[in-house]
């Protein structure tokens, strides 16, 4: 059954630094998903990505944050100068098409900011 | 202000039970609802998916109710084995591009 996969599965990183997160969404979907969860809370929605561009962006994902599709299979999530408050799990969704709602989610990149 | 919660924090049940979870929303309107399963440290799982003009759906032990007047959803697990203990998670999508989810319940199934 295909599955969204993330890499690296850990990331650890010192404040100030860029990351990088990827995910290849399952392969016939168009819609695409960046979701975090801190330790203890809940999953919170970052940013939708459809047709090349962002669609939605929650408070969260502000001018540190940034999303490509460089390529026709891989999605990313850049973050320019991490923060403490930036570690968290950070999952990748993704949907098939507009009239098929459900997301299915990647096993997430642990990402630790020192 | 608009919430999405599930009553428990943690639900205790013995195996063989049938275990049930509230979700329960306020200022959604919601045209469907979600449940998933979490297990520590990985990602929120797909397990049922309930519109807002469906009663009830089930998917083999799994039965999911939705009342929109109430604004509840209901997630049950009957025949319940330690294989269940994990974190359930309600997701609802708010009429746009992306899903809101309550902070879960952590189920544990006791043998």
């Known amino acids: 059954e295909p599955e969204v996969t993330q890499t690296p599965s850990h990331q650890v990183t010192q404040m100030g630094q860029e990351v990088i997160l990827r995910c290849v969404p399952i392969s016939n979907h168009l819609y695409f998903y960046w979701y975090r969860q801190i330790l203890g809370q809940k999953v919170e929605f970052l940013v939708s990505f459809y047709n090349n561009e962002i669609s939605e962006k929650s408070e969260i994902f502000d001018d540190q944050f940034s999303v490509e599709r460089p390529d026709g299979s891989n999605f990313t999530l850049k973050i320019r100068s991490t923060k403490l408050e930036d570690s968290a799990m950070y999952f990748c969704?993704?949907?098939?098409?507009?009239?098929?709602?459900?997301?299915?989610f990647g096993p997430g990149t642990r990402l630790l900011v020192l | 202000s608009q919430k999405i919660e599930q009553n428990s924090e943690a639900l205790n049940i013995q195996e063989g039970k049938t275990a049930t979870l509230t979700c329960n929303y306020t200022n959604y309107s919601p045209a469907y609802l979600q449940w998933y399963r979490q297990d520590p440290g990985r990602g929120p799982v797909f397990l049922l998916l309930?519109?807002?003009?469906?009663k009830e759906k089930r998917k083999e032990r799994l039965k999911v109710t939705f009342d929109t007047t109430l604004k509840q959803s209901l997630f049950h697990i009957t025949a319940s084995q330690p294989a269940d203990s994990a974190t359930y998670l309600c997701a609802l999508d708010p009429r746009d591009d992306k899903i809101i989810f309550g902070k879960g319940t952590r189920l544990h199934i006791l043998p």
């Open positions: 969704a993704s949907r098939r098409a507009a009239t098929q709602e459900t997301q299915y």
């Open positions: 309930i519109r807002e003009n469906e």
